[in-house]
């Protein structure tokens, strides 16, 4: 089937994502021409059966919301500043006819500097909310790992860890 992508580009007060928001855009969709992204890969691993699309809407750009936060996020637990990015998304989105509803699932890419306990990444399992790393988000392997979690796929738990797949 077809998932349609929001990817949500946190800007907070204090610190900077290593990319910019068209770079990831490439990274994930294509949209500048990059020919390996999770867009191509997924489709490419599914055999055509699963296809990530960029949201649309005249407040995307190639998939990609930014959003600005008035929150400093540097030490924060990254479930905190999903919830402030997620809110300050859903504040653009008023009187738009868009709601983060409209999405299969959503793209969380946040900087380094929030507190992420070791993680690159996390995701729900099942779900549509997925949160990056910045330093992570472009990692093709982290990408669809947690997209994997979205779709209910949980760690194979091969031989005696978690992580052993």
């Keep these: 089937g077809t998932s349609t992508l929001l990817v949500l580009y946190a800007i907070p007060l204090d610190v900077e994502n ?3 928001s068209t770079q990831y855009s ?3 969709f294509g949209t500048d021409g990059d020919p390996v992204n999770v ?5 490419a691993c599914s055999r055509g059966q ?3 699309v960029p949201a649309e809407s005249d407040l995307f750009v190639n998939g990609v919301l930014e959003v600005p936060i008035d929150n400093n996020i540097a ?3 990254s479930g905190t500043v999903v919830n ?18 409209d999405f299969t699932q959503i793209m969380h890419i946040i900087p380094d500097e929030a507190s992420w306990g070791g993680a690159a990444a996390w995701a729900y399992l099942p779900g549509s909310v997925s949160a990056f790393r910045d330093s992570y988000a472009d990692r093709m392997g982290v990408q669809l790992h947690e997209f994997g979690h979205n779709l209910g796929l949980h760690h194979s738990g ?7 797949d």
């Design 39 to 43: 867009r191509s890969q997924a489709s």
């Design 158 to 164: 091969n031989g005696d860890k978690s992580y052993a």
């Design 75 to 77: 030490g924060e637990a």
């Design 84 to 101: 402030w990015v997620t809110a300050a998304a859903q504040e653009l989105l008023i009187g738009s006819g868009v709601s983060l509803f």
């Design 18 to 20: 290593g990319k910019s």
């Design 50 to 52: 699963l296809e990530y």
């Design 26 to 28: 490439d990274d994930i």
